[in-house]
């Protein structure tokens, strides 16, 4: 167990650095220069662009651009935008928000697609099971924003039930909406996973045998079949988190959430690569860290699998 | 000219909703909020400003309606689009304007309780126009004398190797500090125009704790003169702004505190709106005005005003095949601005057809002949020019909303003139100004121009002027030079704008852009605010808020 975890670990330093050059090379490679557009249709003067170029080494090479930047990363130094602002300052305030968004989109679907999923998968082809795919299809079917905006104003405007969009306190009964709307379509999906793995080992040879043994039904299902079916539900679930993060930007948007949507798309247009790469590099870790507790996890939800 | 950064994504998404949302009527709550102007407060919208709140150093709208709020000038607009008038300055003397005497009101304070002196607006302006300090409005000082010893150009441009040489001074000589209240700005040339020019935010005074610390740090909290001053900044999230009290000039706040409340997306914005959690937005999106949404939702809280903008397309003169006069009059006779204005943007815009914004002083409404709708003639023109070979692109910035009226003007070059149009549309602002700044447009391209300060003489100068900083396509009429030079040395402003007038007839001959429309803005309020103004430019008055 010791040795696969440091193995794990040590596989995530190339994933890293690759990762975060591929970003810098891909945002660097935008075509347009980063002062062109900046003010508006006159044009930075010239003194002006050659101040901005000189103090962010923007006549330099790639190669020395991001040598430069990982050099002050490891220092703990993620550098300052265009505008001055030190970009450690915005991944700071951007991300407990985007997290907190995420985590609670995470709960909602987590609550809502696998007590679903149990439901129907127990009992298929009732009723039940029937109104969870016709709905779990609308879901897959409508874009997030259609959800979004139909919900911001049914509820915010129209019956006035909650704000239109979330205070900067980020309540937490504030997020429930911009939450569900972020976890909509990955609930359904969870719904459905958790539905066939239930229906498949449902009929498995040990759940079977512990009916058979005249366990309670209770213990049959929340122990046996529910650990065993849980395996593709979890893998869903923790890659979930890396994905609603980085897809949080149209949700974001939407209820007027300050997060990392808003400042990568925002750094991507202005050509800024220490901002994009910053806010990635985090988003990074957050994948492969995730990825390595579900792998944990597995072990832990099936004693079959053995980690060495 | 300030460009505004909204984030453009949300157009689309914008559209989408208003099809699952129409059909439906509006949901005001009838909020009971009428608290005494004295001590009341809102929210308002706004965007991030990109950078440091330096007036000299801010050209978006972001940050620049912060500025004009927290800054009193000089000089100011009258909201009625009207000729300046003073704010600060008790006098702006001049018997051939070149020396300017400017006696400022005395005793008027910063927010940090400090004097407005002369030198608060001497020192703030050599600072700008210092080149190694790469200020973004620095070139708004260029007609004081001696701005060329402290402003240096990159001798190869910013992307060779060379740097720019280090300038001989770090002050303008024509700048002289007479006592507290008094300076002398002597200029390089005479220009009448100057005065009005005094209003726009590269003009403003700075304290002494501007020059105590660095931009960048001062920017983050700053120290103006005007009726409000800023509270606290979060990025991203909100600015907080409450009234001077020892704010002493003409236009005092009513109100006490306004908060900007930073918006990424406009919808979300207008559904604060709507339900009065947000007091006023000076633009509702797109997607609100098709059909007039915005004016059921909002009722008598909905504002249409005209703004100082035009939306223009621009020729690329330096390329052989748009160098012939009567072709580019040709187009622009076969283009009907009155269906785009009222099919693309719901009569929300106006059809332009005059070459400067007919709300600036000295500006003559329907000058531009060449902006009428004639197709007989059009096609006239275009045999007599010998026709034009090749397909024509109108190219856009795809990443804000201009696909739809410039693929109508397309149409209609085609369908009137049998040309070959076609609208293309370029990804990024950014790589769309790029190219133009190069000179590298090989066809006719979206361009707009809204007013600095309101004379005609910015409309002019800038655009069709050879070497004029916006004359991107490269219009040169030695006539027009002559004449706007003459214009802009004349004696007076009267005179000035006569000479402009007579300008303006030789570029209505010449047809080097094609003006399209005079922009609108559609603002609504909460049911909270009794009372407001927008000023010259479409932005809340902040001091005429009664609540």
């Keep these: 167990m010791g040795r696969y975890l440091l193995r794990r670990l040590l596989q995530l330093v190339p994933v890293f650095i690759g990762t975060t050059f591929l970003i810098y090379w891909l945002v660097w490679s935008v075509p347009g220069d980063p002062f062109a557009g900046k003010c508006g249709d006159r044009g930075c003067p010239p003194n002006y662009r050659a101040m901005m170029t000189e103090k962010y080494h923007l006549d330099d090479s790639i190669w020395v651009q991001y040598a430069s930047y990982m050099k002050n990363l490891f220092q ?35 609550v809502i697609g696998l007590g679903a999923g149990i439901l129907t998968g127990l009992r298929r082809n009732g009723f039940l099971d029937n109104l969870v795919l016709v709905s779990t299809l609308f879901l897959i079917a409508l874009p997030v924003f259609v959800i979004g905006f139909v919900l911001q104003w049914v509820l915010g405007v129209k019956w006035g039930i909650i704000n239109p969009t979330v205070s900067n306190e980020m309540r937490f009964s504030e997020l429930i909406v911009p939450g569900f709307v972020l976890g909509s379509a990955s609930m359904a999906y969870i719904a459905r996973v958790a539905r066939t793995s239930i229906a498949e080992n449902r009929r498995a040879d040990y759940v079977r045998t512990a009916i058979a043994k005249g366990l309670p039904m209770r213990r049959v299902v929340g122990v046996h079949l529910l650990r065993n079916s849980l395996i593709p539900v979890v893998t869903l679930l923790g890659t979930d988190l890396g994905a609603l993060m980085g897809g949080a930007i149209v949700t974001e948007g939407i209820f007027g959430i300050n997060g990392i949507g808003r400042q990568v798309l925002r750094s991507i247009v202005t050509k800024e690569s220490a901002t994009v790469v910053g806010i990635v590099v985090v988003l990074v870790v957050v994948y492969l860290v995730m990825n390595l507790l579900v792998d944990l996890l597995y072990a832990a939800l099936d004693p079959r699998i053995r980690y060495e | 000219m300030r460009v505004s950064k909204r984030a453009s994504g949300a157009l689309a998404v914008g559209a989408a909703f208003a099809l699952v949302a129409s059909g439906c ?3 005001n709550n009838d909020g009971g909020d009428t608290g005494a102007s004295k001590d009341g407060a809102i929210v308002i919208d706004g965007t991030q400003p990109e950078n440091p709140l330096v007036p000299s150093n801010t050209t978006e709208t972001g940050g620049g309606k912060i500025i004009d709020w927290v ?107 007479v006592d507290d209240w008094n300076f002398e700005v002597t200029l390089s040339a005479p220009t009448a125009v100057f005065p009005t020019k005094l209003g726009y935010s590269a003009f403003m005074p700075l304290p002494d704790a501007f020059f105590a610390t660095t931009p960048a740090e001062f920017g983050k909290k700053p120290i103006g003169n005007g009726p409000v001053k800023l509270v606290a900044w979060q990025d ?51 997607s609100s005005l098709a059909g007039d949404k915005w004016k059921t939702d909002l009722g008598e809280r909905a504002i249409q005003t005209t703004v100082p903008s035009t939306g223009i397309i621009a020729f690329p003169i330096y390329d052989k095949r748009f160098t012939n006069p009567k072709l580019r009059k040709a187009i622009s006779l076969s283009i009907d601005r009155q269906a785009v204005t009222d099919k693309i943007f719901f009569g929300n815009r106006k059809p332009a057809d005059s070459w400067a914004n007919p709300l600036t002083p000295g500006a003559e409404p329907g000058n531009c002949t ?17 026709g034009f070979q090749g397909k024509l692109t109108l190219s856009y910035n795809a990443d804000a909303s201009h696909k739809e009226w410039m693929e109508a003007v397309a149409q209609q070059i085609k369908t009137n003139l049998g040309i070959d149009a076609v609208a293309v549309g370029v990804p990024t602002f950014a790589v769309f100004r790029a190219n133009i700044n190069n000179y590298k447009m090989t066809g006719m391209y979206r361009a707009g121009w809204q007013q ?31 004449l706007a030079k003459e214009a802009s040395a004349a004696p007076s402003i009267e005179e000035a704008h006569k000479k402009f007038a007579e300008a303006v007839k030789l570029i209505d001959q010449d047809v080097p852009t094609i003006p399209i429309y005079f922009s609108g803005e559609q603002s609504g309020h909460s049911e909270k605010i009794k009372k407001l103004e927008l000023t010259n430019v479409g932005e809340l008055d902040i001091t005429s808020v009664e609540l």
């Excluded at chain 2, 000089?74 to 689009?81: A, F």
């Design chain 1, 76 to 110: 703990g130094d993620f550098g300052i935008t265009f505008g001055g602002r030190e970009i450690s300052d915005i991944i700071a305030t951007s991300y407990p928000n985007t997290l907190k968004l995420a985590v609670v989109a995470l709960a909602i679907e987590a």
């Design chain 2, 25 to 27: 009527s509006s949901g």
């Design chain 2, 71 to 177: 800054w009193s000038g000089l000089v100011e607009y009258p909201n009625n689009g009207g000729a300046p008038q003073n704010l600060l300055a008790e006098s702006i003397d001049t018997s051939d304007s070149k020396v300017f005497k400017i006696k400022i009101k005395q005793n008027t304070k910063f927010h940090d309780g400090t004097t407005v002196k002369a030198e608060s607006f001497v020192k703030a302006w050599n600072w700008a126009a210092y080149g190694p300090n790469g200020a973004q409005n620095a070139s708004f000082f260029s007609d004081i004398q001696g701005f060329g010893d402290v402003y240096t150009e990159d001798p190869d441009g910013p992307d060779g190797p060379k740097k720019a040489p280090e300038p001989k001074a770090k002050e303008m000589s024509g700048l002289k500090v």
């Design chain 2, 236 to 286: 991203d999230v909100e600015i907080k702004l409450t009234r001077f009290d020892d704010y002493s000039l003409r236009d005092k706040m009513k109100i006490k505190d306004v908060t900007v409340k930073i918006y990424q997306d406009d919808t979300a914005a207008y559904n604060d709106l709507l339900a009065n959690n947000l007091d006023f937005q000076q633009q509702v999106p797109v």
């Design chain 2, 370 to 386: 060449a902006c009428k709708f004639d197709v007989a003639q059009a096609k006239q023109l275009l045999q007599e020019a010998g």
């Design chain 2, 452 to 482: 600095d300060y309101p004379d005609v003489e910015n409309w002019i100068n800038p655009l069709y002027v050879t070497g004029g900083s916006s004359n991107d396509g490269k219009y040169s009429n030695p006539q027009v030079d002559a």
